[in-house]
């Protein structure tokens, strides 16, 4: 399997493994499982135990440990641009260029979600460089969320892993970015954001 290949098959796994494990989204794990089996050890590593985890506990158990873990803890959101932008006006700016991004590519956001919600932005990143660029883009908010994770003991914290590995390493900035943060939190102000509406591949033709 071609890099390229192999990279949009693990953006689509990672995608998979941080939506709500819903019925569907669950259905798909035999077929993730083996295509773990054709990615590069390192990444296959972090991905695994998220899907066996996913295999292996109660759906009832899995939902609301989601819901405990990336709705009701702001440090643990999807969303990447809260944490640079927390709900503040600039947020509203930041979402433009992750938008802009999915139109760029011909595709569309769908089930109600905001543009930079990472599932989505990972199967943008599938299907188009434009989702990789937004996700070195916001490194800084992919980082805080995995430390998060990792403090939570949450098993999401693998996928996350996979998903840095497949980023180039921080710079300095970024480092004193997420230590800033770490200890500041997002910016606070708030305000009203519109939804706009995970990647539609059909071009509307649904």
């Not at 260029?97 to 199967?123: I, M, S």
């Amino acid at each position: 399997m071609s890099e390229p290949t192999w990279r949009a098959v693990a953006a689509r796994a990672a995608s998979l493994l941080l939506r709500y494990p819903d019925e569907a989204v669950l259905a798909a794990l035999p077929t993730l499982t083996a295509a773990l089996d054709e990615l590069p050890g390192g990444i296959a590593g972090h991905l695994r135990p998220v899907a066996e985890y996913r295999r292996d506990t109660d759906p009832g158990r899995l939902a609301a440990e989601y819901v405990e873990v990336f709705d009701f803890r702001r440090r643990c959101a999807l969303h990447l641009t809260y944490y640079s932008s927390g709900d503040t006006r600039k947020r509203g700016e930041a979402l433009v260029v992750f938008a802009a991004a999915y139109k760029h590519a011909g595709l569309e956001v769908v089930d109600g979600e905001l543009p930079d919600h990472l599932p989505a932005v990972l199967d943008l990143a599938a299907f188009h460089d434009g989702g990789w660029r937004l996700l070195r883009d916001n490194r800084v908010g992919l980082d805080l969320l995995g430390e998060s994770l990792a403090r939570e003991k949450s098993v999401y914290r693998h996928a996350v892993a996979a998903v840095r590995e497949m980023l180039p390493p921080p710079g300095p900035e970024e480092l004193r970015a997420v230590a800033t943060l770490a200890r500041t939190g997002p910016p606070t102000e708030l305000v009203g954001l519109e939804p706009y509406g995970l990647v539609d591949t059909t071009g509307g033709r649904r």
